[in-house]
């Protein structure tokens, strides 16, 4: 197998460098605004962050991430995953299962600001993830796992617990693609490519109380939007001074839904640049927007986000008439009009509490408009 990506060792692109020690993450839960930031980047800077997958580390999977993996033949287990799973750190079937990085203060940021957030590199750490199905969780909750004692449903897989079902995927490297690839019984395997991201990505919320990992909202935090890949930047409001910007959540891959409760979980070193738009500038990007969106090279991709799904998506096209009519003055009811012809509204999970809808707008279809 391909060596692990250690903490501290290979190729670091960014300016700072941020590994992910027991004493500076949290486990389950966000940085809010009295947490004591654990690194300062200048606006404009780069960091590279080596963010850390849960899955291997919970206590259904025993929370002895070298001897879970060696059930897959694993023979190399990432330090920092080792330590964390190691440490005092609570972490309980009722807490958020994210290991969180940061967070990271980015001075010149203030309160009404926007913090951008370009992705710049994402480095397999692992050749390896899972996919996750816990009860009571997913898409289809009471329905699935559907084997209800824990029994092993892979036939090396004879330590997980309560009921929980984790499909190991290798990652195999067929005509110069990166795909991942689970075993389907019989001799027989099912494989996908990848795309990897960064499924929770934030600013700190302008609270004291304790901040829970899973559910999104306005401050960005467990978003999961497959589209915050190498290349993308990720726009997210600044609710305190200095931001306070972290990460985790790394995916291989994601099919819009991330139906099961997972997506392929596994752990990446991320490089990206923090940026600052001030509160002066931000209507010219964002138009009146106080939630994330997300640009690629070839869409900007408004959210909604809410408990009911049906709200998720108004607020997905509220979100989508601001942004057009604010960034373009374009009316609002052709904005609409537009959004009912060409935009396209995804599913970007209903797993996490806080169901979200993000919506594709294509940049090509406003290149001419003036």
């Known amino acids: 197998m391909t060596a692990a990506l250690q903490p501290g ?23 809010n605004a009295a947490a004591e930031a654990v ?14 997958s849960h899955e291997g580390l919970l206590e ?6 070298r001897a879970y993996l060696a059930q897959f033949g694993v023979d190399e287990v990432l330090d920092d995953v080792v330590e964390i799973a190691a440490s005092t750190l609570s972490n309980t079937l009722d807490d958020g299962p994210h290991v ?22 994402l480095a397999y750490r692992v050749p390896y993830g899972f996919v996750s199905n816990r009860h009571g969780f997913g898409a289809l909750a009471g329905e699935f796992p559907e084997d209800h004692d824990s029994s092993p449903t892979r036939h090396i897989d004879r330590i997980v617990s309560t009921g929980t079902v984790s499909h190991f ?12 690839r689970i075993d389907a019984g019989g001799g027989r395997h099912v494989q996908f490519p990848l795309h990897p991201f960064l499924g929770l990505m934030g600013t700190a919320v302008a609270t004291t109380d304790a901040v829970p990992s899973v559910p999104p909202g306005d401050h960005g935090g467990n978003i999961d939007i497959r589209h915050t890949g190498v290349g993308s930047t990720l726009y997210l409001p600044v609710l305190v001074d200095g931001a306070l910007f972290y990460a985790g959540d790394p995916h291989f891959a994601q ?5 099961a409760l997972t997506a392929l979980e596994a752990s990446l070193r991320a490089t990206l640049r923090l940026s600052v738009i001030s509160a002066a500038d931000r209507a010219g990007v964002l138009g009146p927007l106080t939630n994330p969106v997300v640009e690629t090279g070839t869409h900007w991709i408004p959210t909604g986000m809410d408990s009911d799904l049906d709200e998720a998506m108004r607020k997905a096209v509220r979100h989508a008439v601001d942004f057009l009519h604010g960034r373009f003055g374009v009316p609002r009811s052709v904005a609409l009009a537009y959004l009912s012809a060409a935009g396209d509204f995804e599913v970007s999970q209903v797993v996490d509490a806080v169901k979200g809808v993000h919506c594709m707008i294509a940049k090509a279809d406003w290149t001419s408009w003036h």
Not at 39 to 52: Q, S
């Open 169 to 180: 995927s290798w990652v195999a490297h067929v005509g110069g693609r990166d795909l991942g």
């Open 9 to 31: 060792r290979g190729v670091v692109l960014g300016r700072h460098y941020l590994p992910s020690r027991v004493d500076e993450v949290r486990w389950g839960w966000l940085p």
């Open 60 to 65: 259904d999977q025993g929370r002895d991430p």
């Open 100 to 121: 969180v990085t940061g967070p990271i203060r980015v001075p010149s940021a203030r309160a009404g600001d926007v913090l951008k957030v370009d992705v710049l590199d």
């Open 39 to 52: 690194l300062e980047v200048g606006a404009g800077e780069t960091v590279t962050i080596d963010t850390v």
């Open 255 to 259: 099919g819009n839904g991330e139906v």
